[in-house]
């Protein structure tokens, strides 16, 4: 195997993060920079740029060490030129050329992939997928996102939008979504979902719970709080627990009834919750799965954080 | 391209399909016999072998002149040894060795596949699926079967069950299935589950219907005759369609949220009602599938029709 590295590099809204990796998946190297989106977004490829070449230049190496670089970006990705669309986050109005632009300004070669995608292929190369060919990532933060890989490949779908499972209908009387739907996934198991939930269940909760008088007295509740309160046995938190994780163990069980992977991987902010979370998902993904699922899929929390996206970026780069 | 054929053959429970194909897919020659499942089905594969070189010899061809056979059965297929197990309708009690066998029978090259798999192949390579890298694949038969093409590959998953979408959960509440779980789709969308929703809906139902009346009066119904009566505004009839293409659609458009495959294609006895059936599926779906899936997958009906496994199961071969 070569010794040249990899370079990962993970574009979010609010920080850019970077690796120096090993073609095994090892980070040797680390560092973020902040998101600038002012000027429509024009600063951050350049920005991308000056960084890559500037620790290139304070660790003493050369572009030719690197196989090539890999990036993962919010929005939509066009593989034949490319480009990328509709990442509002990053105030982009029109197509931007990260390939094209930073290949330039580092002379290395560099692949993109959608960021839920990345932090899929990370956690299945390193974390909690075990480098499984048949893995199904789904992350619960501020929304509801994902990557299915099957074959070992990343799924994208005729319209880019294979593993968006945040879209998946759990209840079709339930809260309206922003995509335009009702009972979406991301509107009870994100973790503004978990929160809607708890709002909702407060309304028309009579009992004696620390939750309901928090909500009453107007303060402010995270999805940790209602989380950290359910492990208290608190009553209310309990019930929007029991509702968020049966929710979402019936849509990760028919995903998996219908793709059979090898693992499941929860993660995102929500995940937090650790055991307490995957247990009760687990139970009810059981519930809803037939013999052979329930014999050959697992669940399992996602294990790399933060890392994900640097180390999925990098698995983009193809090695010989 | 090559000059040489194909021969693909579709293994049922009742009759073994055999085709000879253009590498384009074209049938050339088609022939069918019973399937003998006599004797524990020892006597299957012999059949199979005796029926292909006598049709090799009436057309005067010979084995050099083949690129391969594609063989679609019933059963686990495990592709490391080339067994198939738990084809129970075929009699057979312990691991069987097509591959092995009937390439020394033929002296052709054999690649075998799941039937339910090769169904889909078939309807992707020349039916419906217009050659679309991403494929769902229904079959409403006496059970509900499928298969899953992503990426222009047939999936597996880790215990062999990917694209057995029958048995994903449209109702917890709904119907006991034979799986041991409640409300799969199965229970609802198959022939046989057709009628289950027709007695359930016929018991609790008050209104003018002939579809009531007939139950009533202890006659045997189909599912044909169930869409029949619909299509003729049977009020009950309606009712029943209704549910089953809605929960048709609900399966249908969680799994499109999930993989947003190009087509997805309904096949099978049942799909014999066409589009009153698929408009009204297609309806449900939309109302179940968010943007970019709306606009970028589309229901289909299945177009091979019986032909559809010996197309898919030539399709198996890999031609240089």
Redesign the interface.
Known sequence: MTDKKLIGVDLGGTTIKFAILTVKGEIQQKWSIETNILSDGQLIIPDIIDSINHHLKMYSMEADQFVGIGLGSPGTINFKDGTIKGAYNLNWQNSVYPVRDIEKGTGIPVTIENDANVAALGERWMGAGNN???VVFVTLGTGVGGG?I??G?I???????????G???VD?DGFM?T???RG?LETIASATGVVRVARDRASEYAGKSELKATLDDGQDISAKDVFDLAKENDDLAMIVVDYVCESLG??L???A??????YVIIGGGVSAAGKFLSDKVDAAMR???????K???SLKLASLGNEAGVIGAASLIKVD
């Open positions: 499984a060919d048949d299915i099957a074959n490949q799924l994208h779908g005729a319209g880019g939008a294979a593993g968006e499972i879209h998946v209908t079709p979504c995509c335009g739907k979406c019936f849509a069980a028919n995903i009834n219908s793709l059979n992977p090898k519930k809803y799965e037939f013999a052979t699922i014999a050959s899929t």
